[in-house]
DNA sequence: TAGGATACTATAAAAAATGTTAGTATGTCT
DNA sequence: AGACATACTAACATTTTTTATAGTATCCTA
């Protein structure tokens, strides 16, 4: 399933600076170009897949997908399937996911007050 | 300097976001490999070059080079050269630097928390 | 005189992330 | 009958990031 060659110095680095720190940990599941992204639209709610699609509207169909279930293999968020044509399938922060909100608000307010920095 | 292309859709879409959303503005800049271990580093004061590169034992010299040079950048560390042989040179957080700290400890005890939930 | 310490840079290659295009199944609406 | 909506996946191409290796200049010490 995934892609990343467990035999590369990369994949070495950066387990042996997750196992040390565990904030690089936190950054290493939340990078990706979308996973913010996608954790604040959820941060106010369950949303669907076309729901999330139309919120970021230049994300292709590929990377949404695989940032969801990089983030559901985290546990971060959970899918729900209900069945039914057409399919229904339904995102939402998990207990920890949802524990990432404050911290992505104080990420918020920061990026605000740097963009002023460097004007 | 920067090697990126700037008629990418990749690029574009950074952009996008980071316009729409302050919170990936913050996490793109913190983005990359190594930038939070270091900011990790300097929170408890300033270091030198040599110093840093003791602390991240696997990190490479160029890459060690360009994470710096990005976090002076964006103000987020200074450099302090101090002549003499051999050379002396000092990073340390700015003022907005130092504001990362509180949110990189709550990224910390987050993923330690994440940890036990993925057991 | 050879080697070390410091703080880098250059070039190239490997790996990882992202984007493009096309396609699947199924039942409703027109 | 044909188009549409939904929630995806597959194969491939491009871009970005990271690593590997080697080299620079200066002065001090052995």
């Not at 399937?81 to 207990?95: Q, S």
Request: aromatic fraction near 8%; glycine fraction near 6%.
């Amino acid at each position: 399933m995934s892609k990343i060659k467990e035999t590369s110095t990369n994949f070495a680095n950066k387990q042996a600076l997750a196992d040390h720190c565990s904030e690089v940990y936190a950054s290493i599941i939340l990078g990706g170009q979308w996973s913010i992204a996608i954790c604040s639209w959820l941060a106010n709610g369950k949303l669907r897949y076309c729901e999330l699609k139309k919120s970021l509207p230049n994300i292709t169909e590929r990377m949404l997908s695989l940032q969801l279930r990089k983030l559901e293999d985290h546990k971060i968020i959970s899918r729900s399937v209900f069945a039914g044509v057409p399919p229904r399938v339904e995102y939402e922060l998990t207990a920890i996911g949802y524990e990432l909100v404050p911290i992505i608000k104080m990420l918020e307010s920061w990026g605000e007050k740097h963009k002023k920095c460097m004007d």
